[in-house]
């Protein structure tokens, strides 16, 4: 049959994209490489009774019309919101603890540094501001500068409207922070090393950069745009990550979607009056037109026939910034592990290991050499403290973001060298929290390559392509083609390779919905 | 003569006497105060020792704007450019890139490496003259205000929006990445050549605290295609007579258009009266009024120094302390009995007479960069080394020479001990590297001049010893250079201004910031 629209690949952002097709009237089915749903965002067994978002493990947080415009609670979509942000683990022993509530917040900063309990607030309100600007820019559909058509000036003339209502305070402060080192920018707010770094983090968090590597104060701003605080919630859900991507997929079947599992798309043919895609098994799909939530680099370089594309375009591709450094370690554990000088209450939320901006900048450094990190930056969840679903009565799972692992190493291969990364990052991990190594009943270690080879994430990169200045808003993934269109004509994104780009959001799925919808209401079918 | 100028130009350096002249020759009477013995500031020729005649800090021109040449007659002032032909890079397994003005011989020696960069060479050359053609007339414009709310000010960022509007796809493309990225990065699309790369990427960090992969640190490719001498693009030269020539030869003109100048008359204060600037005092008392003052000095001089911060607005002395200076480079002045003998080509030859770029590799330059990181200077630095008296016999006795290192890194702040203790030790650094590659240096060097960042700060009054008045990183340029809503060579002390490196377009002895200071001025008197 002829469907208005194929989505390849069921991440969160293929999900939302074909839902808000379906609300529109039109017929698509989505087709996923592997037997579950979610993509980034899944919850898989690991070990027997034990099980855990085996990728990211907090979102972004999905943006709030989405969850209403889908009806996703209703789905069954459930949020966990520690009231513990993040506490960031120490050397010496001591621990900070950043909370929702700002008032607990400057309390516990008070025992660092009272100049820096002082800035604190100011800190989260000139962000705050910023960011209620820069939000509608999230969901806007980046305007082309090559050749911007009347819509295009007019939203140029909204963003500027929007910028003009800052002040000239704010206006400077968008203008410098943007193109900003992290590691200046929280020099410039705080003193104390260990909040620095806590509140740096962000910026690199993914990215194959360093506190010190210009533009990384970006991923504060966007993410003050996305949640109106420059560090991330601790927002888990209710079954894992996987508990968000199946509310999707209960919402786009009730909505008439069909979603294929195990299907890999391994051809995207253009040439026909329909676009059609072909599944290692050679069955056949055809469609109005085909959206693509798998990263730019895979869409072009594997799915696509390279005579279909103008060699110009393709060599723009290929150097498309999209270099993995993250890895993901899962534990399954006897017991709760105990930290230096920690209450259990404060290992609710995420659990940073980074406490100077040194020692992520070392981190950082490794990669530049193709090694990983002796002394990774790790971002770390114990979802069982507020979800009992996910492991047996008593033991607990800990799930790891690890930095740096670069997709390419030096030296060996990650087949060979994926279990002495988990020793050392284990070893690191064993710093803080002593007892841990006895604990370890089992262990899943997730490297890029395996990122790539199992989760279709072109060289393991978790963001679909680094986030940064030359990548980002009308530049993502390409000047010219950041409005989810590309030079095949039937052919459309909606990954996180599309602005506003990674973390579990949604939002371009939906902005892509937007763009899909407009051309195929305007095209005769 | 009487006390009372219409302006008093503070700093004898080449952008103070270039502002000097254009206000002179608009009828102005203008007095300009030199702290030291000699004009030039940092474009210097001291006789360091007997018969030896270093450009003590920089050492090569390239930027000095073609129309401040032809407005101010320089070469009837006795400027004379002798050219500077190529870049020669040692490599440690003695083999060895030697770029050459030639294009045809540069492609022959990059073919060398590889077939493949020669051809892309060609590409790269087109595509960067196209970038510097678009950039070279906003040198020579006054930042317009981004948050003004004028017509005017809207026409000028309108004339930029329009400009970059009218390039071609493939050269919004070349500058969006060229404002954005690393050079390395952007390197890397178009050659596989790692010491092409490392020595080319090079320009992008000098005078910078950045890494050759630091993000913001490409554009500065563009600088190699800017460099004009009689107008011609990419050629770089000494001036005969060493550096300070240079400003010799502007003095010259200043003086004969009226311009008085005094040089050992360090200045206290600027005199202030009700929020008004209306003369000097220098340090032995005298007094010298004026309608205005124009100063080529940091701002940290003018205003923490000159001013007193209890003058000043409160918002503006925090944008104040924010700009950033943090010196990453040095200087060694080598007095030679001979050429040194470089291993990769041995014996005497042209290319000595073009500069000696120690930059084998990317890795190379970016372990140097991690060093300064941390505290230390570089344990192999980036050198980039000139024999201008092999070009000008001038400067050195007959048959000896003077060979000119520029250092990076040398971090202005050092982790352990003070840079008058490190002194010695760094010189050693410097001469060990270079005898890496010319192993007979050592028993060439008859005397050797060590210039620290703290010697740029204490002898030439450079704050933290930046070469540049203030790093040139992306969120300190064009109209947030200096200081967020003064980049328009104003400040918030009437009828005081701006005129040096750390305005608009910054460092490099260019004159244009004196030019376009005297410009905006001449509206105002």
Redesign the interface.
Same mark, same amino acid.
């Given at each position: 049959m002829l469907y208005d629209a194929i989505i390849i690949g069921a991440g969160h952002n293929g999900l939302v994209t074909a839902c808000y097709l379906a609300k529109a009237g039109l017929k698509s089915v989505v087709l996923e490489r592997r037997e579950i749903v979610g993509g980034g965002a899944v919850t898989e067994a690991f070990h027997p009774g034990f099980s855990c978002s085996t990728l990211e493990h907090a979102a972004g947080p999905l943006s709030p019309q989405i969850i209403s415009d889908l009806n996703l609670r209703q789905q069954g979509l459930e949020f966990i919101t520690p009231e513990v942000r993040v506490l960031s683990l120490g050397e010496d022993g001591k621990s900070l603890c950043i909370y929702n509530d700002t008032a607990k917040t400057v309390a516990e900063i008070e025992k660092f540094s009272s100049k820096d309990a002082k800035n604190y607030p100011e800190f989260l309100t000139s962000f705050s501001r910023i960011g209620s600007v820069l939000a509608p820019i999230l969901s806007m559909t980046p305007p082309s500068i090559d050749h911007p058509t009347a819509s295009d000036a007019w939203q140029f003339g909204k963003i500027g409207l929007a910028f003009r209502g800052l002040g000239k305070k704010d206006e400077y402060r968008l203008l410098r922070w943007g193109p900003m080192a992290v590691a200046d920018l929280v020099a410039e707010w705080f003193e104390t090393e260990l909040l620095r770094a806590t509140v740096a983090a962000r910026g690199i968090t993914g990215s194959l950069a360093g506190p010190w590597s210009a533009g990384t104060s970006l991923g504060l701003l966007m993410q003050a745009a996305l949640d109106s605080t420059p560090i991330p919630p601790a927002l888990f859900v209710k079954g894992g990550m996987g508990g968000l991507t199946k509310a999707l997929a209960k919402a786009a079947e009730s909505l008439g979607v069909e979603i294929k599992t195990n299907a890999e798309v391994t051809h995207i043919d253009n040439s026909g009056h329909n676009a059609k895609v072909q599944l290692n098994d050679k069955q056949e799909f055809e469609a109005r037109a085909v959206v693509s939530n798998a990263d730019p680099r895979t869409t072009f370089l594997k799915l696509v026939d390279p005579v279909d594309l103008e060699p110009n375009f393709l060599l723009k591709m290929r150097n498309y910034r999209a270099k993995g450094t993250v890895a993901k370690i899962n534990l399954a554990l006897d017991g709760l592990p105990v930290f230096a000088g920690v209450e259990q209450s404060k290992l609710s939320g995420r659990i940073q290991v980074g406490p100077e901006i040194d020692y992520l900048e070392r981190a950082f450094d490794a990669a530049k050499y193709g090694e990983f990190s002796r002394e990774p930056y790790l971002d770390i969840a114990i979802p069982t403290l507020t979800d009992s679903s996910l492991a047996p009565a008593g033991k607990h799972v800990m799930s790891i973001h690890c930095q740096f692992a670069p997709y390419k190493l030096r030296e060996g291969d990650w087949q060979s060298r994926g279990q002495e990364f988990a020793d050392t990052v284990i070893n690191q991990l064993a710093k803080f929290a002593p007892g841990l190594k006895d604990l370890i009943v089992a262990g899943q270690v997730i490297t890029p390559l395996d990122l790539e080879q199992t989760y279709g994430l072109s060289n393991g990169h978790i963001h679909h392509g680094e986030q940064a200045l030359d990548q980002f808003f009308t530049f993502r993934p390409l000047i010219g083609f950041a409005q989810y269109r590309t030079p095949l004509q039937r052919l459309y994104l909606c990954g996180a390779g599309t602005h506003p780009g990674g973390g579990v959001t949604g939002i371009p799925g939906a902005n892509a919905a937007r763009e899909i919808i407009k051309d195929l209401k305007s095209r005769k079918a | 003569m009487s006390n009372k100028y219409d302006v008093v130009v503070i700093g004898g350096g080449h952008n103070g006497l270039v502002n000097a002249a254009y206000l002179a020759r608009a009828g102005k009477k203008v007095l300009v105060l030199e702290r030291r013995h000699v004009l030039g500031g940092a474009a210097v020729t001291e006789e360091v020792f007997k018969g030896f005649k270093f450009s003590v800090c920089s050492y090569v021109v390239s930027l000095l704007r073609p129309e401040i040449i032809r407005e101010l007659d320089l070469p009837r002032h006795g400027l004379e450019i002798l050219p500077l032909d190529g870049t020669f890079t040692p490599m440690p397994n003695d083999d060895y890139l030697w770029r050459l003005n030639d294009h045809g011989k540069t492609r022959r020696e990059i073919a060398r490496h590889s077939r493949l960069d020669a051809e892309a060479y060609d590409e790269y050359g087109k595509a960067m003259i196209e970038m510097a053609h678009f950039v070279k007339p906003i040198m020579s414009m006054t930042p317009p205000d *981004? =948050?003004t709310l004028s017509p005017k000010g809207w026409k000028n960022l309108a004339f930029l929006g329009r400009r /970059? &509007?009218k390039l071609p +796809?493939?050269d919004? +493309?070349n500058q969006? &990445?060229l404002? =954005?990225?690393s050079a390395v990065?952007f390197l890397? &699309?178009w050659f596989e050549t790692d010491v092409l790369k490392a020595t080319m990427s090079a320009s992008g960090i000098i005078g910078t605290f950045?890494g050759v @992969?630091? *993000?913001?640190t490409a554009y500065v490719l563009l600088h190699h295609y800017m460099g004009e001498i009689d107008g011609a693009f990419r050629s770089w030269g000494f001036a005969r007579g060493g550096t300070g020539a240079i400003s010799n030869s502007i003095a010259d003109a200043a003086r004969e258009a009226g311009v008085e100048i005094r040089t050992e008359a360090p200045i206290e204060k600027i005199l202030l009266k009700n929020g008004r600037a209306y003369g000097v005092v220098l340090k032995n008392g005298d007094e010298i009024q004026a309608d205005v003052i124009s100063s080529s000095v940091d701002p940290r001089l003018t205003f923490s120094k000159m001013i007193g911060e209890e003058h000043l607005p409160s918002?503006f002395c925090e944008d104040l302390h @924010?700009y950033?200076y943090r010196g990453s480079s040095g200087k060694v002045n080598l007095a030679l009995a001979g050429l040194p003998n470089f291993k990769a080509i041995p014996g005497e030859g042209a290319h000595l007479r073009g500069a000696i770029s120690i930059s084998p590799g990317v890795?190379y330059m970016?372990r140097a960069y991690?060093d300064a990181? +941390?505290g230390n200077f570089s344990r192999r630095p980036y050198m980039d080394m000139v024999i201008p008296s092999l070009t000008d016999p001038s400067v050195a006795p007959p048959g000896k020479h003077v060979m000119s290192c520029f250092v990076q890194y040398a971090p202005y702040k050092l982790k352990e001990g003070t840079w008058d203790e490190k002194r010695e030790e760094f010189g050693d650094t410097v001469v060990d590297t270079i005898a890496e590659y010319a192993p007979n240096i050592k028993d060439l060097i008859i005397d050797r001049q060590v210039v620290t960042p703290l010697d740029l700060e204490r002898e030439f009054g450079l704050s933290e010893g930046n070469i540049f008045q203030g790093e040139l990183? !992306?969120?300190q340029l064009f /109209? !947030?250079r200096p200081v *967020?809503?003064w980049a328009q060579y104003r400040t918030p002390i009437k009828n005081l201004y701006m005129c040096g490196s750390a305005t608009h377009p910054g460092g490099g002895i260019m004159g244009a910031p004196g030019r376009n200071a005297a410009l905006e001025m001449l509206k105002e008197i």
């Open positions: - | *981004p =948050t /970059f &509007q +796809y493939e919004k +493309y969006v &990445q404002m =954005t990225m990065d890397d &699309q950045l @992969r630091s *993000p913001g918002e @924010r950033k890795d970016e991690d990181k +941390y990183s !992306l969120e /109209f !947030l *967020p809503g």
